[in-house]
C-alpha cells in the first residue's frame, strides 16, 4: 500500500517535506481568504459612510470619530495657522511639493487637523513661506473624515523623535494625528479632515482627491492557486511515490 511505503525509513524526510510544503501552501491560501474578507469589510465600510449624510462636526457632540472613517463632515470654525505643519513628499501632477495640516479650531474649544491640500515645495522650504496661503476667517470646511497614521508603513521612514529642548516638528513623513496634537496647545481631536477637491482649482494649496480602490482585488485568484499548490504536492506525490517504486529493480 503506498500509503506504507510514504512512511518507511527511505521515503520519510520527502514525505514530510511534501506534508509541509502543502501545509504552507494552505496557510497561505486561508491568509488570502482572510484577506479578502478584510477587503470585503473594508469596502463595505466605506459604502456605508458614503451613504451617510454630511457629519455636521460642530453639533455632533461627543461621538467615536475614529469610527466614521470616509463619511462627510462639515465644519466651521477658525484656522490656526501657527500651528499647522507639512507633509512631505507629496506630488502633484508630476510637481514635488507638500500638503499642508492646519488646525480647525471650533466654537467649543476642541479643534481638527484639516489637510488644506498641496503645495509646491519651492519657496515653502519654512513655515514661514506657509503664510501665503492664510484664509479669511470664520471658513466653513467640506471634506472627508481621515484617520491618521500612528505606526510607521511598512517601507516607510519613521517621523523623528523631539531633540532634546526642541517643542514641535514642522515637517512629518505622515500624518500621524496623535503626535501632532501633542504639539498643540489645545485639545484636538483624533481625526482629521480631508478637504473636499475643487473642480478646476489650481490655486494652492489645492485639495486633492481621495484614490480609493473598491474592488476585491487579486486575493480569491491568489487563495485558489495556493490550493491548488497543496493539491498537487498532497495528490502528486503519492502518484509520483508509486512510479518511482514501480521502477526500482
Not at 56 to 83: C, K, P, Q
Not at 92 to 98: A, D, E
Not at 119 to 125: F, L, M, R, Y
Not at 204 to 224: D, K, Q
Request: with cysteine.
Amino acid at each position: 500500500m503506498i500509503v506504507l511505503h510514504m512512511f518507511r525509513r527511505r521515503w520519510l524526510p520527502t514525505t514530510l517535506l511534501v506534508i509541509a510544503a502543502a501545509a504552507v501552501c494552505v496557510r497561505l491560501g486561508l491568509w488570502q481568504l482572510d484577506r479578502l474578507e478584510q477587503r470585503r469589510a473594508f469596502n463595505a465600510h466605506v459604502l456605508a459612510m458614503r451613504a451617510l449624510p454630511p457629519l455636521e462636526l460642530n453639533r455632533s457632540g461627543e461621538r467615536d470619530l475614529r469610527a466614521m472613517e470616509y463619511r462627510a463632515v462639515v465644519a466651521w470654525g477658525t484656522f490656526d495657522f501657527i500651528h499647522q505643519v507639512a507633509l512631505r513628499n507629496q506630488y502633484h501632477q508630476g510637481r514635488l511639493g507638500y500638503r499642508l495640516l492646519t488646525p480647525l479650531r471650533l466654537s467649543d474649544g476642541r479643534a481638527i487637523l484639516v489637510d488644506r491640500g498641496w503645495i509646491p515645495a519651492e519657496g515653502n522650504e519654512h513655515p514661514e513661506g506657509w503664510m501665503r496661503y492664510r484664509e479669511a476667517d470664520p471658513v466653513e470646511v467640506q471634506g472627508v473624515i481621515r484617520l491618521g497614521v500612528s505606526t510607521t508603513p511598512l517601507g516607510g521612514r519613521a517621523d523623528p523623535t523631539l531633540a532634546p529642548g526642541q517643542a514641535r516638528l514642522d515637517f512629518w513623513n505622515f500624518p500621524n494625528v496623535e503626535r501632532i496634537a501633542a504639539q498643540i496647545p489645545y485639545p484636538v481631536l483624533p481625526v482629521y479632515i480631508q478637504m473636499n477637491p475643487m473642480p478646476g482649482d489650481e490655486e494652492p494649496p489645492i485639495p486633492l482627491p481621495i484614490e480609493i480602490e473598491l474592488t476585491e482585488g487579486p486575493h480569491l485568484g491568489y487563495a485558489v492557486q495556493w490550493f491548488l499548490f497543496a493539491a498537487l504536492f498532497l495528490l502528486g506525490y503519492p502518484f509520483l511515490l508509486r512510479k518511482r517504486i514501480a521502477e526500482a529493480p
